[in-house]
Each structure stands twice: as C-alpha cells, then as structure tokens.
Nanobody, 124 residues
Framework: QVQLVESGGGLVQNGGSLRLSCAASGRTFSSNGMGWFRQAPGKEREFVAAINWSGGSTYYADFVKGRFTISRDNTKNTVYLQMNSLKPEDTAVYYC?????????????????WGQGTQVTVSS
C-alpha cells in the first residue's frame, strides 16, 4: 500500500492560483497512474485530472480544462496540480489517488489508495 499526503491547499481569491502537491511513500510510485479528485460539501467526489505512469499522458474534466495542469516528478515521488484562474465553484477538498494501473483512469473504483485531502477555498 502507498501512503499519499497532499499539501498546498488554502484560501485564495477569485482568479487566483494554487499548486497542490501529493507526496507518495513506497517504491511503486512510478508504476502507477495518479489522479486528483475533489469533493464539495453536500456533493459527491468528482474526477478532476489524471496522469499516466510516465507523465506522458494526461486527462482533465471539462470544467478544469485550460485552467488546471497535472504533472508528476517520479524522482521525488510527487504529483502536482497547478490550479490557475480559480473560481468560487472550485472550492472543495482535493484528494490525490493512486491508480490500480499505469494508465490514465477517471473513475473512483479504478484507484487503490487515497490521501487525506487538502482544503481549497476560493473567495468571491
């Protein structure tokens, strides 16, 4: 099992930027795809972005395309989510997760391990 620890969340104004990080323990980090999800109060957890094992393939939810960028550094066992042009509707707890495969995957059941989440709040 891999342990995932997110950081970088916080309070930001409408239109601002944040960079989330997710540090993974264990030797298998580079063997798996990774993803970011978010969950707002009263809503279900939803897919945000995913990246394959090498970083060569990415996929985004429509509502973040052009604003968010997922990346990874396998030498540091870390995956990132750069969030620009943030909107109040982006307010949520953001979770990183390790996929069961090496590929880009988008559904919750395709992920094996989850971090504890980091709060992102965008003020209007």
């Amino acid at each position: 099992q891999v342990q995932l620890v997110e950081s970088g969340g916080g309070l930001v104004q409408n239109g601002g930027s944040l960079r989330l990080s997710c540090a993974a323990s264990g030797r298998t980090f580079s063997s798996n795809g990774m993803g970011w999800f978010r969950q707002a109060p009263g809503k279900e957890r939803e897919f945000v972005a995913a990246i394959n094992w090498s970083g060569g393939s990415t996929y985004y939810a429509d509502f973040v395309k052009g604003r968010f960028t997922i990346s990874r550094d396998n030498t540091k066992n870390t995956v990132y989510l750069q969030m620009n042009s943030l909107k109040p509707e982006d307010t949520a707890v953001y979770y990183c997760a390790r996929a069961r495969s090496i590929s880009v995957v988008t559904t919750i059941s395709q992920y094996a391990d989850w971090g504890q989440g980091t709060q992102v709040t965008v003020s209007s």
